[in-house]
C-alpha cells in the first residue's frame, strides 16, 4: 500500500547502539521493534564498526524500511569519544545509503523536543513519552534502543516539513529566531 511506511531510528553508539522500528499507516504511527547492539565487549573498534555495518544491513534486509532517521553526534569535550561516535554513525548511515534509503540526521535537542516538547528532557523523559504514545507494555533497561525509536519517531512527527523550517507564534518569537535581521 502507498500510504504505508516503515522508519528505522537509529542512536549510533560504539558501546551500545540502539535503533527502533514503526509502521506509518495513513496518519497513525505503529510500534514494530526496539532493541539494541551490544558492542562494549569487542575491544577492537574496527571490528565494532564492521558489526554495526553488518547489523544495521540485516536490520534493513528484515524489515525494508522506507526511511532511516538517525541521531546526530553531540559536540562533546573529548575529540577522541567524537570522532568514534562520528565514525559509528558514518558506517549505519553507509549501510542504509548502500541499499538506497533515504536518511534525515536529527540533534539530539530536535528529537527531545519532538517527543516531550522540551529540548531538554531525560532519557527517562524520552522513553516514558514514547511508552504512553506507542503503547509500549515496559521499557528497556537501558535507553538507547529508545534513543533510537524517538529518532524514528521524531522523523515521523517531521513528515512533510522542509528541514530547516521555522515556526513563528507571533512577531516575539519572529524576532527572537531573526535578532540578525532587527535594526537597532
Known sequence: MANERIILGIDPGTSIMGFGLIKIVGKNMQFMQLNELQLSKYDNHYQKLKIIFERTIELIDTHNPDEIAIEAPFFGKNVQSMLKLGRAQGVAMAAGLSRDIPITEYEPKKIKMAITG??????????????????????????????????????????GKTVGEKNYTGWDAFVKQNEERVKK
Open 118 to 159: 522540551n529540548g531538554n528532557a531525560s532519557k527517562e523523559q524520552v522513553a516514558k513519552m514514547l511508552q504512553q504514545l506507542l503503547g509500549l507494555k515496559e521499557l528497556p533497561k537501558n535507553l538507547d534502543s529508545t534513543d533510537g525509536l524517538a529518532a524514528a519517531v521524531c522523523h515521523f512527527f517531521n513528515s
